[in-house]
C-alpha cells in the first residue's frame, strides 16, 4: 500500500502529525499498537490529572469551613476515582480515533517496523503483516519509565503507568524521585491521605525552577500534606517483600507499602528496525534530528519525547506540525522553541524562557518583578492565596526573557506569558495592558508593574 505519510506511534507527537498531513491533501496512514492517544493520554497527562483533580475536590471538601460550609468527613472511593479516570480516558481515545477518522486518515493497529528507507511493515497483534511505502515517514514511538537494574522486581516496586492502574492506594508511599512526574503523583497521594516521602538524589526537588519558586511547592507539601522531602540523598538497600518496602537515604531508613519510581524516560525504539533504514541514534538511545525535525534520512522525520528535546506533549504536537508543513509543503519554518513548563502540583507551578538562575549563567542582565497573589482581590476571594508570579526582563531593553508562577491556576496563567515571551514583548507593554478585575490574571500586570518599581497593590519597593 502506498502513502505519502506514514506516521509510527499515535500520541500526541503522532495523531495530529497525521491529521496535519490528511488536511494538506496528503493520502496518510497511522501506525499504532497500543492505543490512541500514548502515554499522554492513556498513562500520562490525562490520568494523572483526572486523579488530582479528585484529589483537590477532596482537599476543598476538608478544608470546606474556611467558606464557612460544614460538611461531616469526606471518604475516599478510589475505585471509583479510578473509574472516572478510565473513562475520561476511553472518552478522549474515541475521540481521536473519529478525528482520524473523518480526516480519511489509515489507521494500522500493530507494530511499525522499517524494511528500508520508505517501507515499513505492521505486524499485528493477530500475528498478520503488511507493508506500507511512503514518501514520508514520521517517527512519533515516545518514551517510557526508565527503571535501573538495581531496583527490584516486586509488586509493590511500580513506576507511573503501573501506578495509576492501582485499584486501591498504598496508607504510606515511598517516591524515588524529585522530578515533575514523582512530585505530581506525590502530591496527588498525598491529597487523598497517603503519608509520602519524596527521596531525590539532586540538592532539590523540581530543580529546573527557580529556588523561591520550588519554595512555595515544599512548604505546601511539607505543612500541609504532611510530606516529607528528603533531598540531596541517594535511596539505596532497595528490598521488598510481601509487608513493605525498605530502603536506605543517607543514615535514614525507611519503610512504605509502596515505593514509586520516577527518575525518568528512556526513548522506545524496539521493533522499529531503525537499522534497515539507516536513522542514526544517539549515545542514549534518541533519534538525532536537526531543527526541522528530521533526521539522517531527509524524508524520514523524528517527533517527541523519542526524539530526546523537551519531553512534554505539547511540544511533540508542535514538532508534528512543523514537520508535516516541511514533508508535504516544503515549508522551512524553524519548529518553536518557546515551550511552556508546567507541573500539576499543590499548588500548580508554571515557567516559560529562561529562569533567573539561567538568564544570570547567561551573563544576562535582568531586572525581576514578583508580585504574590495574596495581594489579589480574586485570590482573597477564592481563598487561594499561596504562591506569586515573577517576571524577568532585559534590564537593558525591558524585553520579558522568563516567567514563573508557583499558585493557582498557575498551568493556565502561563499562557499569557508565552506570548510575551514569543512575542518579545516589553515589561512596561504588559504592565499597560488592561487585565480584567478582579481575576488570576492581574497578578502579570502587578509583576510587570513591581519590576518598574511602580505597582499600585503593594508598598513602595525598600
Ligand atoms: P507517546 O505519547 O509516548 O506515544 C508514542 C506511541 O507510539 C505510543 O502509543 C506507543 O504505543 C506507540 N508506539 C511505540 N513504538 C511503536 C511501534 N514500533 N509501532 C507502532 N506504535 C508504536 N506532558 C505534558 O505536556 N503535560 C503533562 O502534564 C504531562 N504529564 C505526564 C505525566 C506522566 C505520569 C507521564 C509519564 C508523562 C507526562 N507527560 C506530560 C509527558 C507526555 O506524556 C509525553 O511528553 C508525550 O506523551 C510524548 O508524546 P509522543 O507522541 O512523543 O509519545
Known amino acids: 500500500m502506498e502513502f505519502d505519510v506514514i506516521v509510527i506511534g499515535a500520541g500526541p507527537g503522532g495523531y495530529p502529525a497525521a491529521i496535519k498531513a490528511a488536511q494538506l491533501g496528503a493520502k496518510t496512514a497511522i501506525i499504532e499498537r497500543e492505543w490512541l492517544g500514548g502515554t499522554c493520554l492513556n498513562c500520562g497527562c490525562i490520568p ?3 486523579l488530582i483533580a479528585g484529589a483537590e475536590v477532596y482537599q476543598q471538601i476538608l478544608h470546606a469551613e474556611r467558606f464557612g460550609i460544614s460538611v461531616g468527613k469526606p471518604t475516599i472511593d478510589y475505585p471509583a476515582m479510578k473509574t472516572r479516570k478510565d473513562g475520561v480516558v476511553k472518552e478522549l481515545q474515541n475521540g481521536i480515533g473519529a478525528l482520524l477518522k ?3 486518515v489509515t489507521l494500522f493497529e500493530g507494530t511499525g517496523s522499517f524494511r528500508d528507507a520508505n517501507t515499513v511493515a505492521v505486524q499485528s497483534n493477530d500475528g498478520s503483516t503488511v507493508e506500507l511505502t511512503g514518501k514520508s515517514i514520521v517517527i512519533a514511538t515516545g518514551s517510557t519509565s526508565t527503571v535501573p537494574g538495581f531496583i527490584p522486581k516486586y509488586e509493590r516496586i511500580v513506576e507511573s503507568r503501573a501506578f495509576l492502574e492501582l485499584e486501591k492506594l498504598p496508607e504510606s508511599l ?5 522530578g515533575y512526574i514523582g512530585c505530581e503523583l506525590a502530591c496527588m497521594a498525598a491529597g487523598l491521605g497517603v ?3 519524596i527521596v531525590e538524589l539532586l540538592a532539590d526537588v523540581l530543580m529546573l525552577l527557580d529556588k523561591d519558586v520550588r519554595q512555595v511547592v515544599k512548604k505546601k507539601m511539607k505543612a500541609e500534606l504532611g510530606m516529607t522531602l528528603l533531598t540531596g540523598a541517594a535511596m539505596e538497600n532497595i528490598q521488598a517483600n510481601d509487608s513493605g518496602v525498605t530502603a536506605t537515604a543517607g543514615d535514614q ?3 512504605a507499602d509502596m515505593l514509586l519510581v520516577a527518575i525518568g524516560r528512556s526513548p522506545v525504539t524496539d521493533g522499529l528496525n531503525l537499522a534497515a533504514a539507516g536513522v542514526a541514534v544517539s549515545d542514549r538511545g534518541y533519534i538525532e534530528v536537526d531543527e526541522l525535525s528530521r533526521t539522517n534520512v531527509p524524508h524520514i522525520y523524528c517527533i517527541g519525547d523519542v526524539s530526546g528535546r523537551m519531553q512534554l506533549a505539547h511540544a511533540a504536537t508542535s514538532q508534528a506540525i512543523y514537520a508535516v508543513e516541511h514533508a508535504v509543503k516544503g515549508d522551512e519554518k524553524i519548529e518553536e522553541v518557546v515551550i511552556p513548563g508546567v507541573i500539576f502540583t499543590a499548588p500548580e507551578v508554571a515557567l516559560v524562557g529562561l529562569t533567573e538562575t ?9 531586572n525581576v518583578g514578583k508580585f504574590y497573589f495574596r495581594g489579589l482581590g480574586k485570590a482573597m476571594a477564592s481563598n487561594e492565596t499561596e504562591g506569586f508570579a515573577k517576571i ?4 537593558s531593553t525591558d524585553r520579558i ?3 514563573q508562577c508557583a499558585g493557582p491556576h498557575a498551568t493556565d496563567l502561563i499562557s499569557e506569558m508565552v506570548i510575551a515571551v514569543r512575542e518579545e514583548l516589553t515589561a512596561e507593554e504588559l504592565g499597560n495592558t488592561v487585565h480584567a478585575h478582579p481575576t488570576f490574571a492581574e497578578v502579570w500586570m502587578e509583576a510587570a508593574h513591581a519590576l518598574h518599581k511602580s505597582c499600585i497593590h503593594a508598598p513602595p519597593a525598600r
Open 195 to 197: 503519608k509520602v516521602t
Open 358 to 366: 539561567e538568564a544570570k549563567q547567561a551573563g544576562l542582565k535582568t
Open 392 to 395: 524577568i526582563a532585559d534590564a
Open 253 to 255: 531508613s525507611l519503610e
Open 174 to 178: 515511598l517516591v524515588l524521585g524529585g
Open 102 to 104: 473523518a480526516h480519511s
Open 48 to 50: 494523572t490529572k483526572t
Open 401 to 403: 526573557i522568563g516567567a
